[in-house]
Every structure is written in C-alpha cells, then in structure tokens.
C-alpha cells in the first residue's frame, strides 16, 4: 500500500511524533511505497503559524529554524531512504508547497530545483486564500472568506486560480487535497445560490451542489484539472479528511467524476499523516470510497527508476485490492 503525503513532529510545529517513530509503524504495517513530504520552509514572517514562535523571540528567527529544520529533513529523510528494512517499504523524498502567495511559489521552484539531488517529487497544495490560512482554524478561514467580500463563489474561484499559479509553476506530480477549503467549510452557512453571497438568508451549503451549480467554480477547477492532465500528474485522495471527522475523503465524489474526465482518472492514496497514530488511517474506509463509492479500475502509486528519479505508476484495482496491507491492518480480505 502506498501513501505520498506525511509529515513529522521532527519537523514541522504542527506535527506529533518523531519521523523515525512514523517510520516505524510504516513498516509495521507493511507498506509498499511511503512518501516523507515536509513542508517547504516559509520565507516571509507574515505566514508564521502561533505555534512556530515557540523558542524564538521574533518571527524572523522562526523563518530562520525552519530552513534550518527543513535542511535537517532532507539529511534525515536521505539516511531512512537508503537505509533497509524489514519489510523492504520504499521511502520516497518529497517536498509540500502550501502556496501562500506568488513569492512563495517562485521561492518553491527554485529552491526545488537547487535541491533537485534530494527532492524527488513535490506535493502541490493551496493552504491559504486571500494570503490567510484555510485550515488552520475556523477564525482564519471566516477572515479568508470576508476578504473575498464574503462571497463563497469568489473564495472557491481564488482558491482555484492559486492552485493554478502554483500548477503552471510547479508541475508537481502529486496535487493535495484539492478541496481542502470545505475542511470549516460548515453545512449550516446560508448563501444565495445565485451570486454566492453569505449571510442570514439563503439555501444552507450543505443542500449546495457547488460543482454543478456554480459552472464558474467548476470551470476554474476543469482548467486546472486539464493542466494537471497535460504533464501527467496524479490527484491525491486523502484520508485526513476522513481523520477530521468529513463525510467524504479529499476530494469529494463529484470533484472525483471531474478528475475521472479530465485528467485521466490519476489518483494516488495518502495518509497525510502528523503522527503515528495517523499512520494509514481511514484506509478501509477508504477502500470502500475507492471500489464502492468511486468504482476506480485503477490506482496510481510514485515508483523509482535506477537513476533515483519517480514516476506514476498504475496498479489494477484487483491487485490493490488483494494488497497484503488489508488483512494485516484492517482484517479485510477481497
């Protein structure tokens, strides 16, 4: 089984546990394929995150210890790479780019190509709207939406349209939960159908089919999904929604049938995960997502050639499915 998308206590603030006690329970449980993903260093102070000015006076020195830190992953990252062990697992070197702004897209491209010896693939996201943080907390996302004049309709196009700056850069072969914007993304908020205005009035999201009724929001994630298409990369179902209590992986079924058409049903598996304890989580869940949900013929995993360098690779859905990871972990057997 394969997951392209985690994270460590070791190195980001926001993480748990220890990389190498994720590590650990990676092999434990027998994966195939593991990608190791921290996020790329931010370079501007105004997107320190609370919980990285712990230790420093300033948050000049918090941008500081995250490229100190972010140098101490790519070594660490390399040792687990290259190192045996008992199950075989791949361990793959990635890099997450959160797109924050422009600037910080730029920095990505080049910091990943002066980096190109170690960094193997990158992980595509959108983690802020407007320059503020979507997932954050639910303060950071109402202010993200009041920014785009508290209309649901702009915020969805924005997201977009900085997905598509970061896409056109970066190329990356994997893009992160694409509709990591419905994490606080409540039920119960009332809009006006029509112009996408929030407020008092208004049908509540949760009775709102976006992608059909908003051709506008659909059309910008289309475009990016032929983008994706056109360099052939791969969309990312994520179980850490399942993990936050979702109803639905990122990204959601109707999302899922767009990517299916447009970019050539590409999906890979991750976890996401921050700690051990996320480690394969929600998979059978996912599972069923996948067979039942999505009926996929296919799924995707990163594979290595002699040279070190990734490619997407397709496995059938039967050998998915039949992978020895199911009965190991969730005693499932099909």
Known sequence: MHSHHSHSGDYVAHGVDPLEDIVAQVVKMKFHTYCLTEHMPRIDEKFVYPEEMEGVENSSEAIDRLKTNFEKYLAHAKTIKNRPNEFGTK?????????????????????????????????????????????????????????????????????????????TALKPLIVGHVDLYKLYLADEM???????????????????????????????????????????????????????????????????????????????????????????????????????????????????NDDNDVFLKSIPIADFKSNVFWKSNYNIEI
Not at 91 to 112: M, R, T, Y
Not at 122 to 128: A, E, L, P, Q, Y
Not at 213 to 235: E, M
């Open 190 to 304: 009332k809009l006006d159908p029509v112009t996408g205005e929030c407020g008092e009035h208004g049908v509540g999201v949760g009775s709102f089919s976006i992608m059909s009724q908003w051709k506008s929001v659909r059309d910008a994630l289309i475009r990016n999904l032929k983008f994706v298409d056109s360099y052939g990369g791969a969309i990312e179902i994520s179980t850490s929604a399942l993990r936050k209590k979702l109803k639905e992986p990122y990204p959601s079924k109707d999302i899922c049938k767009l990517v299916e058409q447009y970019c050539g049903g590409r999906f890979v598996l991750s976890d996401d995960a921050h700690a051990v304890s996320h480690v394969g989580t929600c998979y059978d869940q996912a599972l069923r997502y996948i067979l039942d949900t999505l009926t996929l013929k296919e799924m995707y995993y990163l594979a290595e």
């Open 91 to 167: 361990f793959l070197i990635g890099i997450e780019v959160e797109s924050c702004d422009q600037n910080h897209i730029d920095f990505a491209k080049k910091f990943i190509a002066q980096n190109a010896e170690t960094i193997q693939f990158c992980v595509g996201s959108v983690h802020h709207v407007n320059k503020i943080p979507i997932d954050f907390d639910q303060e950071n996302w109402d202010r993200s939406l009041a920014a785009s004049g508290n209309n649901l309709k702009k915020f969805l196009i924005e997201y977009y349209d900085t997905q598509y700056r970061m896409l």
